[in-house]
């Protein structure tokens, strides 16, 4: 059974809002995240991606950024900003890789490149 819309916004903004804790930036960054992975999960169907999670809500659109805002409409998709601590502890990990991925360059190179062979 079709549910008719009462306005052009809907899901409500005032909600979305409060859900994505009154940031806009927050509300957006999410529901294009969510989207993406819609997105990959239709493209994705009949090739075996079983880590692809569908969409949680039924809906009478077909795009996934109004499913995305629709998931959070109905508490189906959670939005939680990392800590400054949880971001630093990112950070520190990312740089430790990428500083072992430029060490492991740096010795594959010194490897082909070594004019005595050692």
Same mark, same amino acid.
């Given at each position: 059974m079709s549910v008719e819309r009462p306005t052009l916004v809907d899901p409500p903004i005032e909600p979305l809002l409060s859900a994505a804790e009154g940031s806009k930036f927050t509300l957006?960054? !999410? !529901?294009?995240?969510?989207a993406r992975e819609i997105n990959e999960y239709y493209n994705g169907l009949g090739q075996g991606h079983g880590a %692809?999670?569908?969409? &949680?809500?039924?809906s009478l659109s077909n795009k996934s950024l109004s499913l995305a805002f629709e998931e959070l409409y109905e508490g189906k998709l959670q939005v939680r900003r990392p800590t400054p601590e949880e971001r630093e502890e990112e950070r520190?990990?990312?740089? !430790? &890789? %990428? &500083?072992?991925?430029?060490?492991?360059? %740096?010795?594959?190179?010194i490897a082909q490149n070594d004019p005595f062979g050692a």
């Open positions: 957006v960054a !999410a !529901a294009s995240m969510r %692809l999670i569908p969409p &949680q809500v039924n520190r990990t990312l740089e !430790a &890789q %990428l &500083q072992a991925e430029r060490d492991e360059s %740096l010795d594959d190179f």
